[in-house]
């Protein structure tokens, strides 16, 4: 179900860590929960390593449907910085991204299967 589409609107309520299934769990006061899988968060990382530089240099995450989180480390008052197994940790998600990563899912993950199969690369859960 879709409430509301604009994350500049909506504040983060709650964040739940399940290791075993590899989800973090993000609540706003809009009322919305998203359940991501931790998988999905390191593909779609907001730091240099999966960005770039400068728009177009953006690098392809693969191999990454095993990785889960450690830890979550609290960025001031609007965002996290979740500390992966694969030893990532230099993104830094602020609530409007969760929100946004939440809200689009389904587009996005769609996109990176894609990505990945004209890459020749394989998605294996």
């Known amino acids: 179900m879709r ?3 604009d ?15 590899k989800h973090l769990e993000i609540s706003f ?6 359940n ?3 998988e999905y968060l390191r593909v779609f990382t907001p730091s240099a390593e999966a960005l770039g530089h400068a728009p177009g ?3 392809l995450q693969i191999g990454k449907q ?5 830890e979550i480390k609290p960025i001031g008052n609007y965002g996290i910085s979740p500390v992966f ?3 990532h940790q230099t993104g830094i998600y602020t609530w409007e991204l969760l929100y946004k990563l939440g809200f689009d899912y389904e587009i ?8 990945l199969e004209a890459a020749g690369e394989s998605h294996r859960a």
């Not at 994350?7 to 299934?21: A, F, G, Q, R, V």
């Not at 006061?29 to 998203?34: E, M, N």
């Not at 095993?66 to 450690?70: H, P, R, S």
């Not at 996005?108 to 990505?115: D, M």
């Open 108 to 115: 996005l993950w769609g996109s990176y299967l894609k990505q």
């Open 66 to 70: 095993e990785v889960g989180i450690n």
């Open 85 to 87: 197994t694969d030893g």
């Open 7 to 21: 994350p500049i609107d909506c504040h983060l309520t709650e964040i739940k860590l399940h290791k075993l299934s």
């Open 57 to 59: 240099q953006e690098i």
């Open 29 to 34: 006061d809009s009322g919305q929960i998203f």
């Open 3 to 5: 409430l509301k589409a």
């Open 36 to 38: 991501l899988p931790c």
